[in-house]
């Protein structure tokens, strides 16, 4: 039985910051490749930030690149994301992921074996 429940979504105002997270129960944690992904309105859901099983090594979009951050503690099985200078076109449904027996973290979302059931952010101008 594997579950990913997220939390930190909320609302906020351009410029400002919201963290993520993602906890996992019922798998191996530090073993799986974990993702952030997000889907706004009317648009598909698209690979926002990655990151593989040591923490050592870390994708994002190019969209989220220098605001955004994707880190991990194994011990409380927890990803995180740290979000920075928000934008409205930020605002999304933001759901984490996670992917089995792989070295790096795919961008593709069919890729993936477990979601979380979302949390929404939404940034105002």
């Known amino acids: 039985q594997v579950q990913l429940v997220e939390s930190g979504g909320g609302l906020v105002q351009a410029g400002g910051s919201l963290r993520l997270s993602c906890t996992a129960s019922g798998l191996t944690f530090s073993s799986y490749a974990m993702a952030w992904f997000r889907q706004g309105p009317g648009k598909e859901r698209d690979f926002a930030a990655g990151?593989?099983?040591?923490?050592?090594?870390?994708y994002y979009a190019d969209s989220v690149k220098g605001r955004f951050t994707i880190s991990r503690d194994n011990a409380k099985n927890t990803v995180y994301l740290q979000m920075n200078s928000l934008k409205p076109e930020d605002t999304a449904v933001y759901y984490c992921?996670?992917?089995?027996?792989?070295?790096?973290?795919?961008?593709?979302?069919?890729?993936?074996?477990?979601w979380g059931q979302g949390t929404h952010v939404t940034v105002s101008s």
């Open positions: 990151i593989g099983w040591s923490g050592a090594r870390t």
């Open positions: 992921a996670a992917v089995p027996l792989r070295l790096a973290p795919p961008t593709n979302p069919n890729e993936y074996a477990y």
